[in-house]
């Protein structure tokens, strides 16, 4: 099959390459992202019958695994919370779990996440292993099931048993994958194609696949004799990707990045985060939609039909809306502007930004909490706004800690200069990342002093900080043209 | 000022150049996304101070307007249906409306996403343009919201004025943003920057955008005295798109990808679709982990407190997400193979593209409507499962005319040569887009006949699918190799 199949490419190629002046023709109304995105070579490659570039796959991909990993910010937000019952033992009882299950599935899903790079060694596929990537999927989809079980009976054993299936079956699909395309080296990066132990490669790349599978294994055992042990194993896989295997040769596997000198892409990393906040800013659209929209009958009885001024009670919580959604994007456009000046993202940058984005995913529970709770107690108002400022405060201390950490030896060979100690941006990359943090944290203090008006506090502050974004900017655009001309 | 970045751009490319050595010893472990993503030059060009590639911020939004778009799906989706009420009253009454939103939403977001080409002009941001841009992305999600109050109060002239209000401000924004781009050359296209007579492109891109909103203008001025006219006229809106501006002389605006010979971006159409599979895949397991997770406490009530019992009584719901999540799996495989051979987009192909991912995110309501209505009556599960068939039809019919669309003229322009008429791939790809077609119409005719049986039809379906899928695959390898031999 294998041979006949390179006699369609090469038939193909020969077409193409008649072709090729026609194309050229027209190359000049192509736009520059294709310009980006492929190379004419890479193009007459990629029509191979049979095979085809990984690139859009591991795309795809990240999209549904960022989505995954932040749509179960959704159950917990939308636990219902009834006026008269308090807070207090509402997000002690029943949010608890909910939010515990969140950041598992935020957790577990990153880890798959970074476990996917397979795909950046696998640079082409077929058929079949694009079906396998979707079954991958699919099983990484369950995962937030099985939490939900394993949160809800804690000591049952099923819960575990199910998850960690789960992982191992995740696990033997990708060492299939793997086994699938060293079989077939035409699928491979270029450099591990013309390498010729490429045996050390799959090793490698098994060794670090199946730590996971592994363990799992070992909690899965553990869960019939000692079930809080299986817990501490699972936790552990969370932090797995970002141990590093001390006893590699670098030299043995320079183009496989899982690295120490490379460990994650930046571009994927880039690409997870945006689905991250894309998810975010929708889920907030989402129930303005479904909950603010008078019906027609309610709207006749108390408004006397006047559709405006049932609107016009809904007032605050639109403002609640432009301010979560401000807070999500600047929040976006500050990881924008640190990750523009990031060259090569290292483990514990990959750590702290995917901490960073569990923050970010748990907005939605704040923009909830904001809005709903002007309806309950007054100490519990005050608490459902404290939380919220330690979730925009979260998300901003580990996107300035990121910074913090990319920094460490001089930030050589992680940063760009401009932002580097000494750097012209520096001072205000580091207003920038600062700015999220500090307000939230002076809107918790203003809180403990002011607790009447503990909503206000907290709408004023998502409202003012764009303005203060923008009054920065030209502050320090202002000093700096003052620094220069003395 | 611009003088002051000049010399700062200046002082930085000289570091840039003396780190270049350096890095070009790390060259060799780069992936080859960033291959892909970015050439060296690119990347010190990246690195100007205040400005910055746009192509980040073209995928977050991206990535933004296609999970709004989807989203939508939701609220018709989460409908409260009693047990013992009539699907036909529910269909009808209540679904009616819902669904109006979200096929116009999705439509509408479309354009939207259509119109957002302007940063594939605009290469290069600065800060201004990233919060110009963001603003855009807040009033864009504002508009299912305006689209609720649409449906819900149709003869009232708040909710047509508050969505021409919102697309006028959009457009206002996006032509701020344009002005103020071509105010900067630097930040354009490297043709545009380079070519004389930049206002040609100006005026072409401002004419273009603006059009939506003087549409809507229209509309809301309809809406005083003849609301059904402004009804019209915004379905004429969700069509601008694919109508060509005939009087354009092609020579002239050669840069600008609004145009005949390539109206869309085929990168585009690859990202917006992904995001609508990739949220719909996830909505889907959003089901799941919030109805099937049972609570401790029934469980000891009803099941003697035995959890395998109590997941055995979901058994058919896991059944229905298996094969939903196929089913949107491989709708997605067949798309990724019909664009991996499209080599640029038409606007019909567009829009045809638009109705099968209008279709596919419609999906999670079948996934509801299959496994949820096994409690309702007879007659209703038939419809329901057949309301479920249309919507598999759809999706693939659709797909099926994107392609059909693509081999008109011969697909010389459109199409690489192994899937065009003659090709070697041509039949297989054929059999792989009407597929679901055509299993989905045998699926709802047979529920005609065996009504009893409808819903395990539907299961059957959708996991008998991936195996025929398999076995067609197979099959179209051995007839090949056959033909080859005789």
Same mark, same amino acid.
């Given at each position: 099959?294998?041979?006949?199949?390179? &006699? &369609?490419?090469?038939?193909?190629?020969?077409?193409?390459?008649?072709?090729?002046?026609?194309?050229?023709?027209?190359?000049?109304?192509? !736009?520059?992202?294709?310009?980006?995105?492929?190379?004419?070579?890479?193009?007459?490659?990629?029509?191979?019958?049979?095979?085809?570039? !990984?690139?859009?796959?591991?795309?795809?991909?990240?999209?549904?695994?960022?989505?995954? %990993?932040?749509?179960?910010?959704?159950?917990?937000?939308?636990?219902?919370?009834?006026?008269?019952?308090?807070?207090?033992?509402?997000?002690?009882?029943?949010?608890?779990?909910?939010?515990?299950?969140?950041?598992?599935?935020?957790?577990?899903?990153?880890?798959?996440? %970074? $476990?996917?790079?397979?795909?950046?060694?696998?640079?082409?596929?077929?058929?079949?292993?694009?079906?396998?990537?979707?079954?991958?999927?699919?099983?990484?989809?369950?995962?937030?099931?099985?939490? #939900?079980? +394993?949160? @809800?009976?804690?000591?049952?054993?099923?819960?575990?048993?199910?998850?960690?299936?789960?992982?191992?079956?995740?696990? /033997?699909?990708? !060492?299939?994958?793997?086994?699938?395309?060293?079989?077939?080296?035409?699928?491979?990066?270029?450099?591990?194609?013309?390498?010729?132990?490429?045996?050390?490669?799959?090793?490698?790349?098994?060794?670090?696949?199946?730590?996971?599978?592994?363990?799992?294994? /070992?909690?899965?055992?553990?869960?019939?004799?000692?079930?809080?042990?299986?817990?501490?194993?699972?936790?552990?896989?969370?932090?797995?990707?970002?141990?590093?295997?001390?006893?590699?040769?670098?030299?043995?596997?320079?183009?496989?990045?899982?690295?120490?000198?490379? =460990?994650?892409?930046?571009?994927?990393?880039?690409?997870?985060?945006?689905?991250?906040?894309?998810?975010?800013?929708?889920?907030?659209?989402?129930?303005?939609?479904?909950?603010?929209?008078?019906? =027609?009958?309610?709207?006749?009885?108390?408004? @006397?039909? #006047?559709?405006?001024?049932?609107?016009?009670?809904?007032?605050?919580?639109?403002?609640?809306?432009?301010?979560?959604?401000?807070?999500?994007?600047?929040?976006?456009?500050?990881?924008?502007?640190?990750?523009?000046?990031?060259?090569?993202?290292?483990? *514990?940058?990959?750590?702290?930004?995917?901490?960073?984005?569990?923050?970010?995913?748990?907005?939605?529970?704040?923009?909830?909490?904001?809005?709903?709770?002007?309806? %309950?107690?007054?100490?519990?108002?005050?608490?459902?706004?404290? $939380?919220?400022?330690?979730?925009?405060?979260?998300?901003?201390?580990?996107?300035?800690?990121?910074?913090? *950490?990319?920094?460490?030896?001089?930030?050589?060979?992680?940063?760009?200069?401009?932002?580097?100690?000494?750097?012209?941006?520096?001072?205000?990359?580091? $207003?920038?990342?600062?700015?999220?943090?500090?307000?939230?944290?002076?809107?918790?203090?203003?809180?403990?002093?002011?607790?009447?008006?503990?909503?206000?506090?907290?709408?004023? +502050?998502?409202?003012?900080?764009?303005? %203060?974004?923008?009054?920065?900017?030209?502050?320090?655009?202002?000093?700096?043209?003052?620094?220069?001309?003395?």
């Amino acid at each position: 099959m294998d041979r006949q199949e390179g &006699d &369609d490419h090469a038939a193909e190629e020969e077409q193409h390459v008649g072709e090729h002046a026609e194309e050229e023709l027209d190359a000049f109304a192509v !736009s520059t992202e294709s310009l980006l995105a492929a190379s004419d070579d890479v193009e007459v490659e990629e029509a191979h019958g049979g095979t085809q570039s !990984s690139h859009r796959l591991l795309a795809y991909s990240d999209a549904l695994l960022s989505i995954i %990993a932040t749509v179960m910010i959704l159950p917990v937000a939308h636990t219902k919370m009834e006026a008269d019952e308090e807070l207090d033992d509402n997000l002690q009882l029943l949010l608890g779990t909910k939010v515990a299950v969140y950041l598992m599935t935020f957790l577990i899903v990153t880890v798959a996440w %970074a $476990a996917h790079i397979l795909f950046q060694v696998i640079v082409r596929i077929d058929d079949t292993l694009a079906l396998l990537n979707l079954a991958c999927m699919m099983l990484i989809t369950l995962l937030p099931y099985t939490f #939900s079980l +394993m949160a @809800n009976f804690p000591a049952h054993v099923l819960g575990i048993l199910l998850f960690c299936g789960c992982v191992m079956v995740i696990g /033997l699909i990708q !060492s299939v994958i793997v086994l699938y395309a060293f079989g077939r080296p035409f699928l491979l990066q270029h450099q591990i194609q013309s390498c010729e132990d490429r045996s050390v490669y799959r090793h490698h790349i098994l060794k670090v696949l199946l730590r996971v599978p592994v363990m799992c294994l /070992l909690a899965a055992v553990c869960s019939f004799f000692c079930y809080q042990l299986s817990y501490v194993l699972l936790a552990l896989v969370i932090f797995l990707p970002y141990i590093s295997p001390a006893e590699e040769d670098p030299e043995q596997v320079m183009f496989y990045t899982f690295l120490p000198s490379e =460990p994650l892409s930046k571009e994927r990393v880039e690409a997870f985060s945006d689905g991250v906040y894309a998810i975010v800013a929708t889920l907030l659209i989402l129930d303005i939609s479904e909950d603010n929209v008078p019906d =027609p009958a309610s709207v006749q009885q108390h408004f @006397n039909g #006047s559709l405006v001024a049932a609107l016009r009670s809904y007032g605050s919580e639109y403002l609640a809306y432009l301010g979560s959604f401000a807070t999500v994007g600047l929040l976006w456009f500050a990881h924008h502007s640190l990750f523009l000046q990031v060259s090569r993202a290292t483990r *514990a940058m990959g750590l702290l930004n995917t901490l960073s984005l569990a923050f970010v995913g748990g907005l939605p529970l704040a923009f909830r909490l904001t809005h709903e709770l002007p309806l %309950a107690a007054l100490r519990d108002e005050r608490r459902a706004v404290q $939380a919220s400022c330690v979730l925009v405060f979260g998300a901003g201390v580990f996107q300035l800690a990121t910074w913090v *950490a990319a920094l460490q030896g001089g930030g050589r060979r992680t940063l760009r200069p401009a932002v580097r100690y000494g750097g012209p941006e520096h001072v205000f990359m580091l $207003a920038k990342l600062a700015l999220y943090p500090a307000v939230a944290l002076a809107a918790f203090l203003l809180t403990c002093v002011l607790s009447r008006f503990s909503v206000t506090i907290f709408h004023l +502050m998502e409202i003012a900080t764009p303005l %203060a974004f923008l009054l920065l900017r030209l502050m320090v655009r202002f000093a700096s043209a003052l620094l220069k001309h003395l």
